[in-house]
């Protein structure tokens, strides 16, 4: 168990009764990167947490300070009960629980795609449908471990590709099976790596 950070400011119920209200939050470092704030209100104040690191920036809520009630770890939480809920909730946040169960194709496609919306990319829809279409159908319960070369040569074969746009009328559902496609997908194939 963590030993308590110390701060004079924050420790006691009678010592954060002194404090003036402000508008910002108290903050006492806890690790590096790392904090445990208290923001004093009317009524009593509240733990707060804040990671900053590698990039990462969150803050969360911890819940209401013992400034009025005696601590219970629920309802009103103490000094070193916020500062060990503010430990657990870094963990969590730097080491995300591991998913349960296999790492599957639906899995993945649902990472890219939160990736995909959160840089901005302007064609999320057409990706969306692709992947609804094309990938998810066949390959959505594989495991991604057991994809081979040779699985996504034969997926790549097997996969109907639709006509793009609606130039003349065209339906952009009805499937280009010709021998021109067929040639591209194996071209596309051969630029697969083999399996060793």
């Known amino acids: 168990m963590a030993r308590t950070v110390r701060n004079q400011k924050l420790d006691t119920r009678s010592a954060r009764a002194k404090l003036p209200s402000k508008k910002s939050p108290y903050w006492v470092s806890l690790a590096p990167g790392c904090a445990l704030g ?23 809520a911890l819940g209401t300070a013992d400034d009025v009630l005696d601590p219970d770890g629920v309802l009103a939480i103490s000094y070193p009960q916020a500062q060990t809920k503010a430990r657990e909730w870094f963990e969590a946040v730097v080491r995300p629980a591991e ?7 639906r ?9 995909f919306r959160a840089t901005g990319r302007k064609s999320i829809k057409e990706t969306e449908a692709s992947v609804n279409a094309f990938i998810l159908p066949r390959l959505g319960d594989e495991e991604v471990p057991t994809l081979t070369p040779a699985r ?11 006509r793009q746009g609606f130039a003349r009328g065209r339906d952009s559902n009805r499937t280009c099976a010709t021998p021109r496609t067929t040639r591209k997908r194996r071209a596309d194939a051969a630029l697969l790596p083999t399996a060793s």
Do not use: F, N
């Not at 996504?152 to 639709?162: A, N």
């Open 38 to 60: 208290y923001r004093k209100g009317s009524k009593g104040g509240v733990w707060l947490a804040k990671i900053v690191r590698d990039g990462l920036r969150r803050e969360t």
């Open 99 to 105: 998913p349960a169960g296999p790492y599957t194709v």
């Open 107 to 115: 899995q993945a496609v649902a990472d890219y795609l939160d990736w």
């Open 152 to 162: 996504l040569r034969k997926w790549l074969g097997k996969s109907p590709r639709h």
